[in-house]
Structure formats: C-alpha cells, structure tokens
C-alpha cells in the first residue's frame, strides 16, 4: 500500500497571513482532502527576531473562518507533535550531529563583522560573495575545514559563537523534480554553504524544515515559488541524511493587479483591495489593515476565487464550493505562469455568492454585522434581505440597501427633493395618504392598484406621484418597488413618513 498522504502548511508567524499565504493553504487542503489524507499545521518560528505576537492565532482563526481545518497541528495533537518549531528545539542537534560526522557539514567561526568585510570587498571588485568552494578553505575564513580539530574544539569548549553551514558538493548537477515545473537541472557550484544551525542551539528554516518534513512523514511538500530557489538545497539535505525526500510542487506567483510583480502585503492599501482574510491590528503601529470578512465577504467566495489563482478545473466553470473543489482539485493543473490578482473578479465571486445564498442564511450575518437589529423579529428582516439581495455584491451592502425598512429617513438627499417637490406636491401628498388610509393593504400588489387607480382617475401623473412618495419612504430616489416597501413597513409607518415629509416642506 501507498503511504498515507501528509501535507503540510508551514506558516512563519512573522505577521497576519496573507491571500498567497492563504491560497497555500488552501491547495495543501484540497489535495490532502482529495487523496484521503492528513492537512497539518506546522508553526516555523525559528526565527524569534521576526516573531510577532499574536501571528499564530491570526493563522489559525484565518483557517477556521476560511473553513479549511488542519487535521494536525498546535492544539491538534496526531502523534508528530509539538507542530511549534520553537517546542522542537531539542531535536534538531541530533541531526546537525549526523551531518557533522558524515562531512556534509562544518563549523563556521567568521564574526559577522568579518563576513560584512568580504561582502564590501567583493562589491568593490563588482562581484557577490557567496560561502561555498571558491572561498571556504581559501584561508580567508574562519571554519573546521583549515582548523585542526583541537582548534575547533578549543573554540567551542571556550564558547566562541558559531553557526553550522551545509557543504554544497562541487561540481555537481542536482536533478529537481517539481509537480508543478517539471524537471529542473542545477550546478552544485552556483549553491552556498547555507546555515543549518547556530550556537544558541536553534535550527534555522532549511535545517528544521527539512526534518521536520522527514520527522512528520510528509509526502507531498505544496509551497510557494519563493521557495524554488532552496529546493536544491532541500534536496541534498535528504541526500545527505539518506533520507527519501518528499514531492515537491511550487505554486506560482500571485501578481498585481496590473499583472507584473508579486502582490505584497502593501498593495491592498494602496490600491484599495484587502488582501488579507481577517482584520489585523499592527501590533506595533496599531494601523488597521482591511480584510475580507470585514470588508463583506463570504469566506466560500474568498476560498472559490484563491482557488482559482494558479490552478484551472480545466473547465469553463468558476463557481465552486469546497467540497466540490474538493473533488475536482488536481495538482496536475497547477499553472506555471504567475496568477493575476483580479479585485473586480473577486467581488464578481462574491456576488455569486450572494445570489447563492438564501435569505433565511443571510439573517444572522446580517444582524451580526448590524446588532442594533437583533430586537427585530429575524422573518421581517429575512423578508426584506429577501428585497434587496440581487442588489447586493457584499454582505456589508446589505445595510445600505435596506436602511430604510428599519428607520425613517431622518432627512432626504437635497437633490431629490428638489427635483421631485413641485407646488402642488403638499396637496398630492395628502391626497395620497386618504388613498392609503382606505386603500386595500392586503399585499403590495392591492396597495399599487389603489395608488395607481387614483393616480390614473384623476389624471396627476405618475411620476409627481412616485417620487415625492419614494423620498418620503427612503429618503432619496433609491431602492426597491415602493408598494413593496409600503407592504413591508406596513400603512402606518408609511403613512407617518409621507405626512413627516409634507411638513418638513
Ligand atoms: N516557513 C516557511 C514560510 O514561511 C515555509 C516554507 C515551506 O513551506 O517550506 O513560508
């Protein structure tokens, strides 16, 4: 039998999560739920300079309004725990250990002044510095391949910093295989000597990444392209351990919406769009960045559109949801070429949604988003999301198009009134409200034709009509059907705003 399929997501919780953050998770859910397998959650925070606080819940709320579970994970034991890298600590030295004896890697001892001084050196002669074969034994640098062993032990015993650094093998072609990418060839002597291990006892990203894969049986590893660059490195790491690597597929770029460039974090402010899934408070600036939830967006919308970003059903449908995302989710037809962000086509997402979504399931996110509502019996307001809901892209429209179903307007947009007040509009008016009094009120339809008989008996026109009772109701010349509000709001009320409206005038 195959093994178990194990994916994971291995956030660094260095800041609120990102859409590209977001559509990884997402491909490593669909593909752990499409072959049957397990979706962990793993926390890669080596790295405590960049750690920042409270990143990991907003990691783990994002999934879970995001509707994407992780089977494993922090909180979520599966027998591959601790899933925090910083509770892993201890079982990385092992392993630098192993690499250390087999040759695959040495001690460095260069301070960071040292290595600062080569880097400015090779610049002034227009050239990069990279540790590796050209330079390591070159007498330059300070590391276990030209001390003697006693030296290197001396200035370990003595407490001297170091760091561990991988040895890339010389002259050699690593063969990389991508899901996504196919076969990719590259030249062992392009590679650094990158750091595996420092002497504060921490891993850093390649080291812990690499055996925390091995150590939690991942069998498909599903990241982002920046990551292409470390894959021949994660390649010989397994070689070096003589362990079996994983699969590897590299999802392309998410690109501006002008299609060129990686989307950042700063676009969405600057052009408008949230681009991440919850709101996130800075926690050192305190500035508030959008996010989809708040801005009104269904998190089945959010998902359906990140799918879409670098993968096609290689169909002509659009519109999905997870489970049938689920279904038809194939890394197959993972594109390689970067994915334009789309802002208008994510909102056309969301209002697909929107018509999807009924109006009785509309209720409770809309008293949610509006708790001065939720006095109010929850069958009205589903009668009137019932109204206004083809109008709607956003959940945050709703309020917006039906306001006036649940207070009168308190004053009334200058422009209309002036173009629908006429002088004998106070008359009408009044006349309009003995026609209601006594008008049928049974349905929306009996009180249009008592208003509509009148209208046409006794030949006012229509419009000197409509309008200065459509500003009465709603307090512009918006909205839906006004016999249809009138239904709804009931005779009285209406008839309370109309007469509210003459003597404002
Ligand atoms: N910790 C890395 C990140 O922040 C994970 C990369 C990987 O999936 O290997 O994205």
């Not at 892993?88 to 040495?106: C, E, G, P, T």
Request: positive net charge.
């Amino acid at each position: 039998m195959n093994n178990p399929i194990r994916v994971r997501f291995a956030p660094s919780p260095t800041g609120p999560l990102h859409i590209g953050g977001m559509r990884t998770a997402l491909f490593n859910y669909l593909f752990a739920k499409k072959n049957n397998g397990t979706f962990v959650l793993r926390i890669e925070d080596t790295d405590q300079k960049r750690f920042v606080k409270g990143a990991e819940n907003y990691i783990t709320d994002s999934l879970k309004w995001c509707n994407i579970p992780y089977d494993e994970g922090p909180g979520k034991e599966g027998g591959f725990g601790p899933y925090r890298q910083s509770q892993r600590k201890h079982l990385y030295k092992k392993y630098v250990d192993q690499l250390l004896k087999s040759n695959n890697a040495y001690y460095a001892f260069d301070s960071a002044e040292s290595l600062d001084n080569e880097r400015r050196k090779h610049e002034e002669k227009g050239k990069t510095f990279i540790y590796n074969w050209h330079n390591r034994t070159k007498g330059r640098l300070t590391n276990s391949l030209v001390l003697s062993e006693k030296e290197v032990q001396d200035k370990i015993a003595n407490g001297d910093d170091y760091v561990v650094r991988f040895l890339a093998p010389k002259g050699e072609t690593v063969e990389l295989s991508d899901m996504v990418r196919g076969k990719i060839r590259i030249d062992t002597n392009t590679l650094d000597d990158k750091v595996l291990f420092k002497s504060d006892g921490m891993p850093t990203y390649h080291l812990a990444n690499v055996v925390d894969d091995y150590l939690m049986k991942i069998t498909h590893v599903i990241r982002g392209e920046e990551w292409l660059p470390s894959l021949a490195l994660h390649k010989l790491l397994y070689k070096a351990f003589e362990w079996g690597a994983p699969k590897f597929a590299h999802l392309p770029l998410i690109l501006k919406p002008a299609g060129k460039g990686k989307l950042s974090k700063r676009d969405g402010d600057k052009l408008g769009f949230p681009v991440f899934p919850l709101s996130w408070k800075d926690p050192v600036t305190g500035d508030v960045s959008k996010s989809y939830k708040e801005d009104g967006y269904f998190s089945g919308a959010v998902i359906n559109f990140l799918a879409l970003l670098g993968w096609n059903p290689g169909s002509e449908q659009e519109v999905f949801d997870l489970d049938s995302l689920i279904r038809v989710f194939d890394l197959k037809k993972v594109n390689k070429a970067g994915a334009r962000f789309d802002p208008d086509k994510t909102k056309w997402f969301n209002q697909q949604y929107m018509q999807k979504t009924s109006a009785k399931d509309l209720v409770s996110l809309f008293i949610n988003d509006n708790p001065e509502l939720s006095s109010i019996d929850t069958g009205y307001v589903e009668l009137v999301i019932k109204q206004v809901k083809e109008r709607a892209t956003l959940t945050s429209d709703l309020w917006g198009l039906s306001h006036y179903f649940f207070v009168a307007p308190s004053d009334y947009a200058e422009g209309a009134l002036k173009k629908v007040w006429k002088p004998n509009s106070k008359e009408l008016m009044t006349q309009l409200i003995r026609v209601l009094e006594t008008g049928d009120d049974s349905s929306a339809k009996g009180l249009q034709d008592g208003v509509k008989n009148w209208i046409t008996k006794s030949e006012v026109g229509f419009g000197r009509v409509m309008m200065p009772l459509r500003v009465a109701l709603v307090g512009a010349l918006e909205g839906v059907d006004v016999f249809d509000i009138i239904f709804l709001i009931g005779k009285a009320e209406a008839i309370k705003r109309i007469q509210l409206l003459i003597d404002s005038n």
